[in-house]
């Protein structure tokens, strides 16, 4: 119980901050809106530039192990499901971090989705 | 601020693929890495060991080829979309996921679970009501 706790504690802490890492890195690369393959990889390369792109992807590759071990110990419909866990320190992370604005019907979807993990984890088969 | 119609378009748009390769990626790597067994002990030459026989699966590698698309239209979504807006938005995938998991790996879904995933989609409809975009460009 131990190692699947630990591992559930990596994907939604580390993959959550790993996230809002690569957002604050793309913002500051600004709105995509030529999407033709060579400009989008122009995209890719002036992102990899940003130090907090790659801060951003050291976090979620350390959630992305974390995942693979968890998965070779439960159902992938299990796993899946209660990492969205993260979203609760997803929106407080947009909040405070990357300074959006959440609404209060952005919060009541954000706390229902909490509820539905909280569901599908008691349905464990 | 009021999203125009070719923003929320390009945004769902880029939603729907990360729908559609997350959940897909995550299957083959579950796939993948159910058939090389469970991880038993810590020990690092048994870490080795794992991971090894996990990168050397072909399921897995497509797995990551599936994420790494999921990925980029991640990314791209994120240059002008709110955090707090595209992470609940694509949790449709939740959904996908047990679908997979239900259809191609045979694993079993209790009614309880199906009920929160639905839960999960309706919180997911509430927030793709509210403007993707929050902060000044």
Sequence with gaps: MFRETLFYLLIVVAGTSGELCVTRAMKTIGEVTDFRPMSLLRVIFRAMKVGWMWIGIGQMALAFFA????????????????????????????????????????????????????LVFIGKG | MKPSLGLRFKTYLLILFMVVFGPLGDVLLSKGVKNVGALSTWAPSNLFLFFRAVFASGTV??????????????????????????????????????????????????????????????GVFIVGHTSPRTTEP
């Design chain 1, 67 to 118: 995942l693979l071990g968890l998965l070779s110990l439960e159902n992938v419909s299990l796993v899946i499901p209660v990492t969205a866990l993260s979203y609760a320190f997803g929106a407080l992370g947009g909040r405070f971090f990357l300074g959006e604005c959440v609404t209060p019907q952005r919060w009541a979807g954000v706390l229902l989705v909490c509820i539905g993990v909280t």
């Design chain 2, 61 to 122: 590698w497509a797995g990551i080829g599936s994420l790494f698309t999921f990925f980029i239209a991640y990314i791209l979504v994120l240059s002008w979309a709110d955090y707090s807006y595209v992470q609940p938005a694509s949790s449709v995938a939740y959904g996908v996921v047990a679908l997979l998991g239900y259809a191609v790996l045979r694993e079993r879904i209790t009614a309880t679970r199906w009920f929160g995933i639905a839960i999960i989609c309706a």
